[in-house]
């Protein structure tokens, strides 16, 4: 059974950081990208960061970068999402997903290619 769990959202103050974790099982690690969405109130899901577990390569929103760092701890198939620098603007509920990691090389923000989701966590960011 694939299972993504996310862990680690809670409130926090603007400029402040939190780490999110995505702890993932039932499928081959290495063959799959992760990525990290995103979605506030009244508005759409939106692609945040993404790595290929196999060559480590990374996408960022141009919202996040600079300030979040996402990183695969492959022993421990878990994926991580460092958030600095918060803003009100980050508040939302974060999932992680899984996609084959070669059908999102042109478009890792597309959610269209994930297969599987975690549950979410929600991050508060209060100004």
């Known amino acids: 059974e694939v299972q993504l769990v996310e862990s680690g959202g809670g409130l926090v103050q603007a400029g402040g950081s939190l780490r999110l974790s995505c702890a993932a099982s039932?499928?081959?690690?290495?063959?799959?990208?992760i990525g990290w969405f995103r979605q506030a109130p009244g508005k759409e899901r939106e692609g945040v960061s993404c790595?290929?577990?196999?060559?480590?390569?990374?996408y960022y929103a141009d919202s996040v970068k600079g300030r979040f760092t996402i990183s695969s701890d492959n022993a421990k198939n878990t994926v991580y999402l460092q958030m600095n620098s918060l803003k009100p603007e980050d508040t939302a509920v974060y999932y992680c997903?899984?996609?084959?990691?070669?059908?999102?090389?042109?478009?890792?923000?597309?959610?269209?290619?994930?297969?599987?989701w975690g549950q979410g966590t929600q991050v508060t960011v209060s100004s």
């Open positions: 039932g499928f081959t690690f290495d063959d799959y990208a």
């Open positions: 997903a899984a996609a084959r990691r070669e059908t999102v090389v042109a478009s890792p923000d597309r959610e269209y290619f994930y297969d599987y």
């Open positions: 790595i290929n577990n196999s060559d480590g390569s990374t």
